[in-house]
């Protein structure tokens, strides 16, 4: 292990679960984590590939379905990082059931998570037991630019500005319990993108790397207009929210 890795690191000792453990950037993160010296949780829902010898491992897995989050909240309450990062790019565009799916996966389930998430780091700093919680969400470059997927983008867009709602709502009301960070990615292999243009590794360490500051937007992808229009986007929808919440509070 290389010391000066280990020395830097703020990632050395903390708990991190990861959702979509088992697909590509979920496993390139386990494997980038690990090497920062984190207890690395990884959440799936397919026992598949669980025990592969030949790919580095979580420290432990939990086995989860959609629409049962509830049932995670105690395995949680031990954890200091989570990264939400399943997702699901239907292939049918007027399918019912694909829609349906698509919402409950990358939209409902990510918010049912949050909310989670974010009473556990209420409650733990309440009682003084831990430090803040801190929760990352792949929303994906989709949430503002085409990907080919219109469904995808949309449940991607949903998701996205919720996420920006809560995080107005935590600076209206000046909480350190829960840090968010939003992870916005360009196209990377895997197998909702077979076309990607990035590798999961790389991608996998670039996000790291930009977590280690205290930076909310974390963006890594071979746009340069995102890295203009990300930003922006996300200030007016901030002020935005929290111009109407101070409407409402009065």
């Given at each position: 292990?290389?010391?000066?890795?280990?020395?830097?690191?703020?990632?050395k000792?903390?708990?991190?679960a990861?959702t979509?453990a088992?697909?590509?950037l979920?496993?390139?993160?386990?494997k980038e984590?690990?090497?920062?010296?984190?207890?690395?949780?990884?959440?799936?829902?397919?026992?598949?590939?669980?025990?592969?010898?030949?790919?580095?491992a979580?420290?432990?897995?939990?086995?989860?379905?959609?629409?049962?989050?509830?049932l995670?909240s105690?395995?949680l309450?031990?954890?200091d990082?989570l990264?939400?990062?399943?997702?699901?790019?239907?292939?049918?565009?007027?399918?019912?059931?694909e829609?349906n799916?698509?919402?409950e996966?990358?939209?409902l389930?990510?918010?049912r998570?949050?909310q989670?998430?974010?009473e556990l780091?209420?409650?733990?700093n309440?009682?003084?037991?831990?430090?803040s919680?801190?929760?990352w969400?792949?929303?994906?470059?989709?949430?503002?630019?085409i990907a080919?997927?219109?469904?995808?983008?949309?449940?991607?867009?949903?998701?996205?500005?919720l996420?920006?709602?809560?995080?107005?709502?935590l600076l209206?009301?000046?909480?350190?319990?829960l840090?968010?960070?939003?992870l916005?990615?360009g196209?990377?292999k895997?197998?909702l993108?077979p076309?990607g243009?990035?590798s999961?590794?790389?991608?996998?360490?670039?996000?790291?790397?930009?977590?280690e500051?205290?930076?909310y937007?974390?963006?890594?992808?071979?746009?340069?207009?995102?890295?203009?229009?990300?930003?922006?986007?996300?200030?007016i929808?901030?002020?935005?929210?929290?111009?109407?919440m101070?409407?409402?509070?009065?």
């Amino acid at each position: 292990m290389n010391k000066s890795l280990s020395n830097k690191s703020r990632f050395k000792g903390l708990k991190i679960a990861i959702t979509g453990a088992n697909g590509s950037l979920g496993k390139s993160l386990i494997k980038e984590l690990k090497r920062n010296e984190a207890y690395v949780v990884g959440l799936t829902h397919s026992q598949k590939n669980m025990n592969n010898p030949f790919e580095i491992a979580p420290d432990d897995w939990i086995v989860w379905s959609c629409g049962e989050e509830k049932l995670l909240s105690k395995r949680l309450s031990k954890i200091d990082i989570l990264i939400l990062n399943h997702g699901f790019n239907p292939k049918e565009l007027i399918d019912s059931n694909e829609i349906n799916k698509a919402i409950e996966i990358n939209t409902l389930s990510h918010w049912r998570l949050i909310q989670i998430f974010e009473e556990l780091a209420i409650k733990n700093n309440n009682s003084n037991e831990y430090s803040s919680k801190e929760i990352w969400i792949n929303t994906s470059e989709a949430e503002i630019q085409i990907a080919f997927s219109p469904v995808y983008e949309i449940t991607k867009r949903l998701i996205g500005e919720l996420v920006s709602l809560k995080k107005s709502k935590l600076l209206i009301e000046k909480s350190n319990s829960l840090i968010i960070k939003k992870l916005i990615l360009g196209p990377f292999k895997s197998k909702l993108n077979p076309q990607g243009l990035l590798s999961p590794e790389f991608v996998a360490k670039k996000i790291i790397k930009k977590a280690e500051t205290k930076d909310y937007l974390i963006i890594v992808t071979p746009n340069p207009i995102t890295y203009l229009l990300m930003p922006i986007i996300e200030f007016i929808r901030i002020i935005y929210s929290q111009f109407i919440m101070k409407i409402y509070s009065k």
